[in-house]
């Protein structure tokens, strides 16, 4: 009975993003079948969780709206996130949910926290870094460039990267495990968020498709731009922004769950 009363709640928050434009229709079904594998797992603190994520990174995505258009090298999303971006900030929790259905193992837990510790550290960095006054450093090209090029790292974003990583991993961590063990997931999960975040920084900086504008010169991750095809300068044909998500979720999420091995 309880199951099915959070199914209603989640179809109708999932509706409701839909409708505000957080959502594309798409991504709006995804959500909510990544949301009942993760009640189904978790309960609802894990649903609490991953509601939590969503709630805070949209919200931060509409923050400094304005000036993030006039931004050349940052692609608006105007009907809000599709199935695909979806399922790279949910995909690893996904897993989690299923892999605690066949077996009820810490490991999952700390996977799914770290996972959506990681992914909101990435959303976070990017929908915060991007409004920092000054250029951002290229940790791989050891020079200054263009806000929101990938590979890039400000002290704003990475301050907002921690506080991401943060938010989750201490929410998790209190949420499921009490007395010392809690702190432990929360050290372990906040770490593995972090560190995933400047992992997909440097895939982001290397393999991520990137291209080049001919008309305006600007470096994005789009095939068009200034109503031109772009030009690629860099990464590979099957790696997009996506991908590069959900390799790094997923790392940080079993970088956890193997580091409870050694804490249980």
Partial sequence: MAFALFMVVLALFVAIAYKIRMLTLGGAFSSWGIGVVVCAAFGYRGLGLLLLFFISSSLLSKWGKEKKKKLRTLSVESKGRNAGQ????????????????????????????????????DTWASEVGVL???????????????????????????TAAALGSLLISVTGALLFFEGKWAFYVFLITFLAGFLGNILDTIIGGTVQLGFRCPVCGAEVEVHTHCGVPTEQIKGWSSVNNNTVNFISSTLAGVAAGVMMFWVL
């Fill in 86 to 121: 979806v399922f790279a900030n949910g995909g690893a929790a996904f897993l989690a949910g299923a892999g605690f259905l066949f077996f009820s193992h810490p490991f999952w837990l700390a996977l799914f926290i770290a996972s959506l510790a990681e992914a909101a550290a």
């Fill in 132 to 158: 920092s006054k000054g250029e951002p450093y290229h940790i791989l090209r050891r020079t200054r460039v263009e806000r929101g090029i990938s590979g890039a790292v400000s002290p704003l974003g990475l």
